[in-house]
């Protein structure tokens, strides 16, 4: 059943005798336009919005400690959407007092790896838009890379997941160049971006047939711990959210507009098309070889996303694998980005206390608590 709201029939129109007939505007052709309209004035005001931020002298990597290296390739495509920036903790300089710009780190060399996966309906944002993340990470002493891949609808799935496994393989074989420990990994990302985190996770542990997954299993080790942030959306059947609670019909329209430009036109057939949904492989049994890794889970109880949290809790419950799932009171999609928030700083606080109990050596865990 659709549950998207007609924009109506169109006026008939009546031709006159010498001029041939006209048909009016398809409503199908105006509601993608507007769609596409939408979509991209939110693109551009969000990028914006991240350069804006990064003007704030706080925003900067170097008073962290932190090194930025921009745009590095991890395909030779020349595209833009196969690069990746690398952010790492640069050495700490030799004073008797501790560097300012060094007091949040916790993490010494080697340092944990993190790969970061942006949200954005797998339709919009970048690499560019989630600097915050990264160096949120960084700061604490993480070898993070912040990684672009290719967007619907002009590339539906698997383009987007077999962007990331390459990224995958580079961080791992990259990684001790920036100081970092390649097999204590984090896989990291928000929204659309902890879908395709749980879907790698997935090919870390499970053999699979598709050449891309291949190239994950054998990279030999599952990551130390995972961060699907906000819900990792199972992208199939929209009209569940119609049948559990309501929706407000806009934010039930972007869904359904998600499923279509990622999964509509895809050339997957239906074995490959399960890793769409890492959410129902979960709740499903599974012929694990590796040990699915700690996750880490944090939604706000007003996000449209969030009954898949609850189901990803339950079914990590059921898998017996360690988790964490942290509901935050009144609090919309990715408000962990909005880190002036009383609730968005306590939610890093959370994660990154987790993390910690996965990545540190025993000795160091006391002293970061």
Request: contains cysteine; hydrophobic residues 40%; proline residues 10%.
């Amino acid at each position: 059943m659709s549950t998207k709201r007609p924009l109506g029939p169109a006026e008939p129109t009546t031709p006159s005798d010498d001029s041939p007939p006209q048909q009016a505007a398809s409503p199908g052709l105006r509601e993608r336009a507007r769609q596409r309209l939408g979509q991209a004035l939110f693109d551009y005001g969000l990028h914006g919005l991240a350069r804006l931020g990064q003007l704030h002298p706080h925003a900067r990597p170097h008073r962290h400690a932190v090194r930025v290296e921009r745009n590095v390739p991890y395909l030779s495509s020349g595209l833009p959407e196969h690069q990746l920036d690398i952010y790492h903790p640069t050495p700490q300089p030799s004073t008797d007092e501790p560097h300012r710009s060094a007091r949040h780190r916790v993490h010494q060399p080697p340092y944990p790896v993190v790969l970061y996966i942006h949200g954005g309906s797998f339709r919009i944002l970048s690499k560019d838009t989630h600097w915050l993340m990264a160096l949120a990470y960084a700061r604490r002493g993480m070898v993070v890379f912040n990684v672009n891949y290719r967007l619907s609808p002009q590339h539906p799935f698997p383009a987007a997941l077999s962007d990331v496994s390459a990224a995958l393989a580079f961080a791992v074989k990259h990684a001790a160049r920036y100081g970092g420990d390649p097999k204590n990994l984090v896989i990291a990302g928000e929204s659309a971006g902890a879908n395709l985190v749980t879907a790698l996770t997935l090919m870390t542990c499970v053999r699979r047939p598709e050449p891309f997954a291949q190239d994950v299993f054998a990279l030999g080790f599952a990551p130390k711990a995972v961060v699907p942030m906000c819900g990792i959306l199972q992208v199939s059947d929209t009209e569940r959210f119609a049948r559990r609670r309501p929706l407000r019909p806009w934010v039930l329209d972007r869904l359904t507009e998600v499923r279509d430009a990622y999964l509509h036109q895809s050339p997957a057939d239906a074995t490959t098309r399960e890793l769409a949904d890492p959410l129902l492989m979960l709740e499903q049994p599974l012929q694990l070889e590796r040990q699915l890794p700690p996750f880490f889970a944090g939604v706000g109880t007003r996000d449209p996303l969030l009954d898949d949290t609850r189901r990803l809790e339950r079914a990590l419950r059921h898998l017996a694998v360690p988790h964490q799932v942290c509901y935050y009171p009144g609090e919309l999609h990715a408000f962990h980005a909005l880190v002036f928030r009383t609730q968005a700083r306590q939610c890093w606080r959370e994660q990154h206390a987790f993390l910690d109990r996965y990545l540190l050596p025993p000795s160091d865990l006391k002293s970061a608590t």
